[in-house]
């Protein structure tokens, strides 16, 4: 039962680098996001996708990017890294984000940027 | 300001004791949803309440949705060491889960 697979778990970069956070779940969900977590500031959700092509922008999109080719993955580039950047990021999916609806997180990846 | 206040910040105890902790808003929500989450875990869901007023029980966790459907609560009876982590409430927002910042729960034995 893999789920949702988040990798790396484990990165660090300097500033100004570029690197991609990848996301793929085996579930058919419809609905990907990626948040970031930050102490004392829960989850916050950076960019969404309700289907493969359709992507949107969440509360912290800027520094961001993101695709949707595939109902199974959702990768999550950085251009170029910044120290703010420094964040636990969460890769979550969902059949659908509706009233019933329950987001499955991967294990996260911890990202530091010097 | 949050969309979602949680409170407390951090609650430290001894196991056996009871606790709550709340999740508030000035927006009514069509549904409420509580997660817990493990050190070095993504977050797993523990429950969803749709009805104002409503109650769920998940063994020693109860869990409760304000009549007017803007707050909600969680209360844990005698607290375990295994009940320790980070208690986050959600709400859906137009396509978005938006989550509150958390409740840490530390549980000594």
């Known amino acids: 039962n893999a789920g949702v697979t988040q990798t790396p778990k484990f990165q660090v970069l300097k500033t100004g680098q570029s690197m991609t956070l990848q996301c793929a779940q085996d579930?058919?969900?419809?609905?990907m996001s990626w948040y970031r977590q930050d102490p004392g500031m829960g989850l916050r959700l950076i960019h969404y996708?309700?289907?493969?092509?359709?992507?949107d922008q969440g509360e912290v999109p800027n520094g961001y990017n993101v695709s949707r080719s595939t109902t199974e993955d959702f990768p999550l580039r950085l251009l170029s890294a910044a120290p703010s950047q420094t964040s636990v990021y969460f890769c979550?999916?969902?059949?659908?984000?509706?009233?019933?609806?329950?987001?499955?997180f991967g294990e996260g990846s911890r990202l530091t940027v010097l | 300001t949050q969309l979602l206040e949680q409170s407390p910040q951090f609650l430290s105890i001894q196991e056996g004791e009871n606790l709550t902790v709340y999740c508030n808003s000035s927006?009514?929500?069509?549904?409420l949803q509580w997660y817990r989450q493990e050190p070095g875990e993504g977050p797993v869901l523990l429950v969803t309440?749709?009805?104002?007023?409503e109650v769920k029980k998940l063994k020693r966790l109860t869990f409760q949705f304000g009549d007017a459907r803007k707050d909600s609560s969680l209360h844990i009876t005698a607290a375990q060491p295994g009940d320790t982590g980070l208690y986050l409430c959600?709400?859906?927002?137009?396509?978005?889960?938006?989550f509150g910042a958390g409740t840490i729960l530390r549980v000594k034995s």
């Open positions: 996708s309700v289907g493969a092509g359709i992507t």
């Open positions: 959600a709400v859906e927002y137009g396509n978005k889960l938006v």
């Open positions: 927006s009514v929500f069509s549904s």
């Open positions: 579930m058919n969900h419809e609905y």
């Open positions: 309440v749709v009805t104002g007023g």
């Open positions: 979550a999916s969902s059949p659908s984000p509706g009233l019933t609806g329950e987001l499955f």
